[in-house]
């Protein structure tokens, strides 16, 4: 079987481009770091990675993911970029519970990444400040609040000084799901948007 690569990342400078390729199908990743400029790949690489990618606000840092002994996405790792490639990494978020994966993703402004931990239905979601090199994930949406039903999407918004968290969820009515507002000081207080009200059928859709 040949080598199978997953997912291509640019910075939002186009300089660099991330990449990860199984060389062996079992879905055991490495991952790469390719110089547009210069069109060579950097020299360093980190093995035993998943194929989830993001990079940080200002194109330094990359977040990846990595698997438990079931294959399972069960961490999220950062690292820092130079010309060289990826750097030494640090873990950010780790899940313990096997009936759950982690999955990220980032917010439309590309200001924070997502962390979503979910088994079926039942999800939790976790944030890092995707500006700060050191930043924190901390827990947004807590699974553990909600029943299992519960399925929600959020992403982040800003304007000036203002900025905030849209909530798609169905916390009130598993049948249907409302568009909430929570600011960035009080991300707890849901705000009902009265005006946006989806069936669950346009779930799949969202």
Not at 35 to 46: E, H, M, P
Request: proline content about 3%; aromatic content about 12%; some cysteine.
């Amino acid at each position: 079987r040949p080598p199978r690569s997953t997912l291509f990342p640019y910075t939002t400078l186009f300089r660099s481009l991330a990449y990860t390729i199984d060389f062996s199908g079992g879905e055991d990743h490495t991952l790469y770091v390719k110089d547009l400029v210069t069109k060579q790949r950097c020299t360093r690489s980190i093995e035993h990675t998943m194929f989830n990618l993001e990079w940080s606000a200002d194109s330094t840092q990359l977040y990846f993911d990595k698997f438990d002994s079931a294959k399972r996405p069960f961490q999220i790792w950062r690292t820092t970029v130079d010309e060289h490639g990826p750097g030494e990494a640090s873990k950010l978020l780790e899940e313990p519970d096997g009936t759950f994966e982690l999955h990220m993703h980032k917010t439309s402004d590309g200001q924070h990444i997502v962390v979503e931990s979910k088994s079926g239905a039942a999800a939790g979601q976790f944030v890092v400040d995707a500006t700060e090199a050191h930043g924190e994930a901390h827990a947004l949406i807590d699974r553990s609040a909600f029943d299992d039903e519960h399925m929600c999407s959020i992403d982040h918004w800003q304007r000036g000084a203002h900025a905030g968290w849209f909530i798609l969820s169905n916390k009130d009515d598993q049948a249907n799901f409302a568009l909430y507002f929570a600011s960035a000081a009080s991300p707890a207080d849901w705000r009902d948007r009265k005006s946006t009200r989806l069936n669950s059928s346009h779930w799949n859709n969202l």
